[in-house]
């Protein structure tokens, strides 16, 4: 069934991936900007594109009410910039506001326009809650990293699922995103080796590709999914494993290792947390309610696709 799609991020890293895919698919997509000088790349990829202040009810009422949609995709961040692990408060802080109001705004315009169907980005990187085994499914609690400077990002993606969720919507917990775009600043830092091991490394991390999380939101827009669901690949891994094989795929040096005390002082709690306690994911309830197959089963296929 064709349907009318409205894609708020439509130009981020996922948005830029997703919108072509809806397309494909025989979709009608209206997808966002915040910045009239993107709307020829969201033309380009086969959407109607506008400008909207994901922070401005009013902006997103009118931009959802003229689009006249079937379904909403919430794909609204704004991270930029380099890694701010020590000082992620700051790093998210607007991202977080999208989270939060800009989440909101868009659950509000649904039910004014009456659109019954919304899907929102979620996080399931190594954020599982830090007991028991390494790899969390959706009946797991997240981590809300209290005390850290994660805190408020946690808060917010507990806010957005708790409001997308409760509205009969979907939250589409994404793992790591790596793909054209979404791991150059990192792999920079890896290359000029500012990206430590920390102490032994055994914090877990999930991972996906950028087409790979696409098309597990075609299929949640399809089948008006509801719930929660982890989008990730099939092998959450230790640091240990991940970052040195990165490092080889970008063709730099291996990762240096350093204590946790210093890692803690000059990188904050939450990068030690996520390299030595931090717990990944489980892809079975998506695989198998959504019939979602995964073009780069491993983030090992993935990255050395990415990096060749």
Known sequence: MIMRVFVAGGTGVLGRRLVPQLVARGHQVTATTTTATKLGLLQR???????????????????????????I??????????????HMDRWFATTNRLRNEGT??????????????????????CNGIREGGWVKTEEDPLDLMAGTSAAPGMAAIRHLEERVVGAGGVVLRYGGLYGPG????????????QFPLVGRATGYSSWVHLD???????????????????????????????????????????????PVWLARLLAGEVAVVMMTEGRG?????????????????SWRQGFKQELA
């Not at 991940?242 to 240096?256: E, I, T």
Request: aromatic share 6%.
């Open 281 to 297: 994911f489980s892809n079975a309830k998506a695989k198998r309610e959504l019939g979602w197959q995964l073009r780069y089963p």
């Open 73 to 86: 995709v919430h794909q609204m961040t704004a991270i930029a910039g380099k890694p701010d692990m020590k």
């Open 104 to 125: 909101d705004h868009l659950l509000a315009a649904a039910q004014a326009t009456g659109v019954s169907h919304v899907v929102a980005q979620g996080y399931a990187n």
């Open 182 to 193: 979404a791991t150059d600043d990192q792999v920079e830092l890896i290359r000029k080796r």
């Open 212 to 258: 790979d999380a696409a098309s597990a939101t075609v299929l949640a827009v399809e089948q008006k999914a509801r719930g929660v669901f982890n989008i990730v690949d099939d092998e959450p891994a230790p640091a240990a494993e991940w970052l040195p094989f990165l490092a080889a795929c970008a063709g730099a040096k291996r990762p240096m290792r350093v």
């Open 45 to 71: 990829l086969g959407a109607d594109g506008v400008v909207m202040d994901g922070l401005d009810a009013a902006s997103v009422g009118e931009a959802v009410a003229q689009a006249q949609p079937d379904t």
